[in-house]
């Protein structure tokens, strides 16, 4: 598998959480009020033999991120 490094999906999480922060919840396109957003994070397909120590890294940065920088924004975060 070619997997992306840590710090590039981290700086993907952080540029949809940037977009949902600046565009989406504060903008006139969308007719509805929206404070809040949901996080899922997808393992389908991640064994339990596949998760390494990078990918507790991630999980745990993407959390990390989110608690430190968007606290506001967060509603919930569910990993399945």
């Not at 070619?2 to 565009?23: A, K």
């Not at 007719?31 to 991640?46: A, M, P, R």
């Amino acid at each position: 598998y070619n997997f992306l490094s840590i710090e590039t999906c981290s700086e993907f999480y952080i540029l949809n959480l940037e977009f949902y922060e600046n565009y989406l919840l504060n903008s006139d396109l969308i007719k509805k009020y929206i404070d809040k957003i949901i996080v899922i994070i997808d393992l389908k397909g991640l064994t339990f033999s596949k998760l390494n120590q990078n990918i507790y890294k991630y999980i745990k940065n993407m959390i990390q991120i989110t608690q430190d920088y968007y606290p506001e924004i967060l509603f919930k975060m569910y990993i399945i």
